[in-house]
């Protein structure tokens, strides 16, 4: 390994994130424990679990925290999913009440052991959350359910404010990133959720070897299929066994892609070295 190589890979000072203090941090993190709650916030080893716990938010996973896949960038946990729990959408809907949430996330693992990928699940929650939380918005962040355009229509049906689909990668690179998924697969289901007349959003992470015109390229093939909302943050490795650090993008390399983006017609983009799909969400309704 070079030296210049080498100091690719020490962490910048844009980087550096604060340990929470808020009061609020903790309240949340009673709340997910109590309810035996997943959250993409500590699965996914978010940086700034802090910052939006602190703010009241939180990312909810369901379908518990296993993930069939094994994506060289996640953190969750692969293997085998324990059994379907169908009291976790009454426990997210309540939760939802407690923190008095205005805006809520939901994520899940990808499900390929179950004939349905996890959408009656998805639906149930949804419907659960509307039921108890009226006034909350709603965005999902939902996997490819392989492409099948039944699954993909159960969660449309159910008319979150938002629904997420994230690229993850530019398309040279999907198939060293993302384990049994396809780049246009994962387009096709940000198009079912354009056409159901519902506001898709995606999100990409740099510095794992794309090209500035690779990223350009993939944010044309999103707004192609008429996604409205983008986030691009920097990979961090979050272990030694998963995909290298190619580089720390700069941050006016990512205001040089949120002005691009905003160029090319999104709606809403957040990029940033920080930013993560959930990062200000928000924002993303309005």
């Known amino acids: 390994m070079s030296e210049a190589t080498k100091n690719q890979r020490v962490k910048p ?48 996973m369901i379908l518990g925290d296993i993930c069939t896949r094994a994506c060289r960038f996640c953190a969750v946990k692969t293997g085998r999913p324990e059994a379907v729990d169908w009291d976790e959408p009454a426990r997210v809907a309540e ?25 009656a699940v998805w639906a149930a929650t949804i419907k659960a959350i509307k039921a108890q939380n009226p006034q909350t918005t709603i965005e999902v962040l939902i996997p490819d359910f392989k492409g099948k355009a039944e699954l993909i229509h159960q969660v449309t049906a159910e008319k979150p404010e938002v629904i997420s689909h994230n690229m993850e990668t530019v398309r040279r690179l999907t198939r060293q ?27 990409i992470m740099v510095g794992i ?17 008429g996604c409205e909302v983008l986030t691009i943050g920097q990979y961090l490795q979050p272990t030694k066994e998963h995909l290298e650090v190619s580089e720390f993008v700069s941050p006016e390399v990512f ?22 799909s959930s990062y200000y969400a928000e924002k993303h309704v309005l």
Request: hydrophobic share 35%; with cysteine.
């Open 209 to 225: 070897g794309e090209t500035q015109a690779e990223v350009l390229e993939t944010m044309d093939d999103l707004r192609a299929v």
């Open 255 to 276: 205001a040089f892609y949120k002005a691009q983006g905003l160029a090319k017609g999104f709606r809403h983009v957040e990029s940033g070295p920080m930013v993560r």
């Open 95 to 119: 939760s939802v009440f407690l923190m008095k949430l205005k805006h809520c996330v939901v994520t899940s693992v990808d499900r390929d052991d179950l004939a349905d990928g996890g959408a």
């Open 177 to 203: 990133v993302r384990r049994n998924s396809d780049y246009d697969r994962s387009l096709s289901v940000l198009k079912h959720v354009s056409e159901a007349g519902i506001r898709p959003k995606s999100g």
């Open 13 to 60: 000072d844009w980087l550096k994130i604060q340990l929470p203090t808020e009061r609020t941090y903790f309240d949340v993190k009673d709340t997910v424990k109590t309810h035996k709650l997943h959250t993409i916030c500590e699965s996914g080893k978010c940086p700034n679990v802090g910052e939006c716990w602190s703010r009241g938010t939180a990312t909810f």
